[in-house]
């Protein structure tokens, strides 16, 4: 439970080493169902495996099954402490909700928003998307006057405000977004596409990270 197992997941797991319910497949059982499906005649002789892998797989369903106030209380403790005051945490969280296996996997994803992380050429290169570091520092050198005018600064809106540029550009909506991307996170995998990222970031730091994407390109 310190590492961040639910104890619902724990006493899940652990039910289902060497027993298995009689004439199905479920995996998922609460208490009370444990309590009724739960035999003697259905235990395996074979030793059971004690398998991490598998339990991690079990607490990140169980995690997702969360409610939201429920995921929060547990979630949002650690992202506060860890997160500078521009970065709009529970937004965050949200983002973070279905993409960890334990609670203790929040500080390792949130690398990127801690610090800028050291620049890297390659990642600016999709190409699903046709583009290149030349390619982004164009893109991204003519849509940050467009990001700098954005007063309300949300997902919906900049989004809007990105799809729009492309259109205009006559550039794919999918370059666009992977250059800002990239620029905002430094990072190939992120928990959010570049309009989430942006309105958690807020404006000033995304605006920032843009202009030092830029000068590095």
């Known amino acids: 439970m310190e590492d961040g197992y639910l104890p619902e997941a724990i006493i ?3 039910a289902l080493l060497g027993w298995s319910p009689k004439d199905s497949t479920e995996e998922f059982f609460t208490m009370d169902e444990l309590k009724k499906s739960f035999s003697m005649d259905m235990l395996s002789k074979s030793p059971s ?3 991490y892998d598998k339990l991690r797989w079990f607490n ?9 106030e429920e995921y929060n209380k547990k979630a949002l403790p650690i992202i ?16 973070l909700h279905t993409r ?3 609670f203790s996997d929040i500080k390792e994803k949130l690398d990127f928003v801690l610090e800028r992380l050291p620049m890297d050429s390659s990642l600016y290169t999709n190409k699903k998307n046709k583009t290149d ?5 164009a893109i ?10 954005v007063e309300n600064w949300e997902n919906d809106t900049l989004f809007a405000v990105l799809k729009q540029f492309a259109a205009d550009t006559e550039r794919k909506a999918g370059a666009v977004m992977w250059a800002v991307r990239i620029a905002v996170a430094r990072l190939g995998v992120t928990p959010g596409g570049a309009t989430e990222l942006m309105e958690v ?3 000033e730091e995304s605006i920032s990270r843009i202009k030092q994407a830029i000068q590095e390109l």
């Open 49 to 51: 495996v004690f398998d």
């Open 140 to 149: 991204l050198e003519e849509c940050i006057t467009k990001l700098e005018e």
């Open 12 to 14: 899940n797991y652990i």
């Open 201 to 203: 970031f807020g404006k």
């Open 133 to 137: 570091p030349e390619i982004c520092k």
């Open 80 to 95: 506060d402490e860890l997160c500078p005051d521009n970065i709009d945490t529970k937004k965050l969280a949200a983002l």
């Open 100 to 102: 960890i296996s334990a």
């Open 60 to 68: 990140s369903e169980y995690i997702k099954k969360l409610s939201d």
